[in-house]
């Protein structure tokens, strides 16, 4: 990562500076807020990931929780929890902490017992463990930070009144809370305000766009897969700045580009990025005629035996439904993904097939129920032939869901029981939870 050349690693060392330079020289400092703009989200996964390896060159100790925030009253449980879990599981972090043949003598099976007692009181727990976690570290003098990324947080109020419980208690000398603020909206700005003696807002201005093209145009400028870089990264400016004149010129010149070179397959990829582009200015016929020809064209590479040609030719038809959709096409946009999804199957992909019929049925659910249980069905009776170790990282949990929801009779137990072997007993009552969540929900990602 750290890599001269590299802009995207260039700006990240921008935010190991800037935490260096507004938090490390100051003890007193418990609470630190990353104003960042949600697209630049990644940039600081990775620094938290970089922070997290030995390679990182903040002197804190970081323990990243992903934890979603559902309510401040179990907030501080299910960050325990979470940490135990991780901690029990999580060897880098151990090796981190244990550097140098330190040894880190910390007993979790306290807080374990501690979390079962259902009144006990967690906040304060939580403040407890972050004290023990601290004095148990190899270097008394370092900071312990726990980074909270949530994956979603359902109530911003809510969220904010959690972050003022625990600085009222008082967060323990040598620990500090990590968290992430929207820009510009500054959700937690009145955090910073009442605590600002030992709370410190941060904000770099990163030039992340200016860090793609850097990337998008290194290399022999003559290299026609370069100057395809080059289209596609002004294809991008000239959509961004609502340019369609220009955006038309960059477009033609990316297919000349990628015809000179006699690669179909990269002729094929310059149609859809072209179409793609387009959306925004609703240019259906032209849309809908590249994404044609581009298909044609992928096809003839599939048919003279390159794979390479998958990939596009999934593409393609995501953007033809898409196409279909827009213009209110309902039931052809349906027949595209479901075209699509039977596309993944036969190259072998299937947790990708089950994303694509998600699409499908939740499209065609209002206009034509028969076809949404029936793509359900389809959906779900695919799904149980596959591996288990797939189905874990697919969407088989949403479709039985939403199969769940419709279904009756039989049909119910052989879903429930289904997903009772694949996620356990409590499958139920998280999806419930997470379609709450999703109703009102803000994501850090």
Same mark, same amino acid.
């Given at each position: 990562?750290?890599?001269e050349?590299n802009? $995207?690693a260039?700006?990240v060392?921008?935010?190991?500076q800037? +935490?260096?330079q507004?938090?490390?020289?100051h003890d %007193?400092?418990?609470?630190?807020?990353?104003?960042?703009k949600?697209?630049q989200a990644?940039?600081?996964?990775?620094?938290?990931?970089?922070e997290?390896?030995p390679?990182?060159?903040?002197?804190?100790i970081?323990v990243?929780?992903?934890?979603?925030f $559902?309510?401040?009253?179990v907030?501080?449980?299910?960050l325990? =929890?979470? @940490?135990?879990?991780?901690f029990?599981?999580?060897e880098?972090l151990?090796?981190?902490?244990?550097?140098?043949?330190?040894?880190f003598?910390?007993d979790?099976d306290?807080f374990?017992q501690k979390?079962?007692?259902k009144?006990a009181?967690?906040d304060s727990?939580?403040?407890?463990?972050?004290?023990?976690?601290?004095?148990?570290l190899?270097n008394? %003098?370092?900071?312990?930070v726990?980074a909270l990324?949530p994956?979603t $947080?359902?109530?911003?109020?809510?969220?904010?009144?959690w972050?003022e419980?625990m600085?009222?208690l008082?967060?323990?000398?040598?620990t500090?809370l990590?968290?992430?603020?929207h820009h510009p909206?500054? /959700?937690f700005?009145s955090?910073?305000v009442?605590?600002k003696a030992t709370c410190?807002?941060?904000w770099?201005?990163?030039?992340l766009?200016?860090?793609?093209k850097k990337?998008?145009m290194?290399?022999?400028?003559?290299?026609?897969e370069?100057q395809?870089r080059?289209?596609?990264?002004?294809m991008?400016?000239?959509?961004?700045?609502?340019?369609r004149k220009?955006?038309?010129l960059w477009?033609?010149k990316?297919?000349? $580009?990628t015809?000179?070179t006699?690669?179909?397959?990269?002729?094929?990829t310059a149609h859809?990025v072209?179409?793609?582009?387009?959306?925004?200015f609703?240019?259906?016929?032209t849309?809908?005629?590249?994404l044609?020809r581009?298909l044609?064209i992928a096809k003839?590479?599939? !048919?003279s035996g390159?794979?390479?040609?998958?990939?596009i030719i999934?593409?393609? /038809?995501?953007y033809m439904a898409?196409?279909?959709h827009?213009q209110?096409?309902i %039931?052809?946009a349906?027949d595209?993904?479901c075209e699509?999804?039977e596309?993944?199957?036969s190259?072998g992909?299937g947790q990708?097939?089950?994303?694509i019929y998600?699409?499908?049925y939740?499209l065609?659910k209002k206009?034509?129920?028969p076809? /949404?249980?029936e793509?359900?069905k389809?959906a779900?009776d /695919?799904g149980?032939?596959?591996p288990?170790?797939q189905l874990? =990282?697919?969407?088989?949990d949403?479709?039985? +869901?939403?199969?769940y929801?419709? !279904?009756?009779?039989t049909t119910l137990?052989?879903?429930d =029981?289904?997903?009772v072997?694949l996620?356990g007993?409590? @499958?139920k009552?998280?999806m419930e939870?997470?379609?709450?969540?999703?109703k009102n929900s803000?994501?850090?990602?």
């Amino acid at each position: 990562m750290n890599n001269e050349h590299n802009p $995207v690693a260039l700006l990240v060392t921008q935010i190991q500076q800037k +935490w260096l330079q507004d938090v490390s020289p100051h003890d %007193e400092v418990n609470w630190v807020r990353w104003l960042i703009k949600p697209e630049q989200a990644r940039l600081y996964e990775g620094f938290l990931k970089l922070e997290s390896s030995p390679h990182g060159i903040i002197p804190d100790i970081p323990v990243v929780l992903l934890t979603p925030f $559902v309510d401040s009253k179990v907030h501080s449980k299910n960050l325990i =929890s979470d @940490w135990l879990e991780s901690f029990k599981n999580d060897e880098r972090l151990k090796e981190q902490i244990e550097g140098n043949f330190l040894q880190f003598d910390w007993d979790p099976d306290y807080f374990k017992q501690k979390l079962k007692n259902k009144e006990a009181d967690f906040d304060s727990l939580l403040i407890e463990f972050l004290a023990s976690f601290q004095k148990a570290l190899p270097n008394p %003098e370092q900071h312990l930070v726990l980074a909270l990324f949530p994956y979603t $947080v359902q109530a911003t109020e809510d969220y904010k009144n959690w972050m003022e419980t625990m600085l009222g208690l008082g967060m323990p000398p040598k620990t500090r809370l990590m968290v992430f603020d929207h820009h510009p909206k500054n /959700y937690f700005e009145s955090v910073q305000v009442k605590h600002k003696a030992t709370c410190v807002s941060l904000w770099v201005d990163l030039d992340l766009d200016g860090a793609m093209k850097k990337i998008a145009m290194s290399g022999d400028p003559n290299d026609p897969e370069v100057q395809f870089r080059e289209c596609m990264v002004e294809m991008g400016n000239s959509a961004a700045k609502n340019n369609r004149k220009r955006l038309h010129l960059w477009g033609e010149k990316g297919l000349e $580009v990628t015809q000179k070179t006699g690669n179909k397959t990269a002729f094929a990829t310059a149609h859809g990025v072209y179409a793609g582009m387009l959306f925004q200015f609703k240019e259906y016929d032209t849309v809908d005629k590249l994404l044609r020809r581009g298909l044609a064209i992928a096809k003839q590479v599939k !048919a003279s035996g390159d794979d390479t040609a998958n990939a596009i030719i999934l593409q393609l /038809y995501a953007y033809m439904a898409s196409s279909a959709h827009h213009q209110n096409e309902i %039931e052809k946009a349906t027949d595209l993904f479901c075209e699509q999804a039977e596309l993944a199957i036969s190259f072998g992909l299937g947790q990708q097939a089950l994303a694509i019929y998600i699409n499908a049925y939740t499209l065609i659910k209002k206009k034509n129920p028969p076809r /949404y249980k029936e793509l359900l069905k389809k959906a779900f009776d /695919y799904g149980r032939t596959l591996p288990e170790e797939q189905l874990k =990282s697919s969407g088989i949990d949403q479709i039985a +869901w939403d199969y769940y929801n419709s !279904a009756q009779g039989t049909t119910l137990k052989t879903i429930d =029981s289904f997903m009772v072997d694949l996620e356990g007993k409590d @499958w139920k009552q998280k999806m419930e939870l997470q379609a709450q969540n999703m109703k009102n929900s803000i994501s850090i990602s």
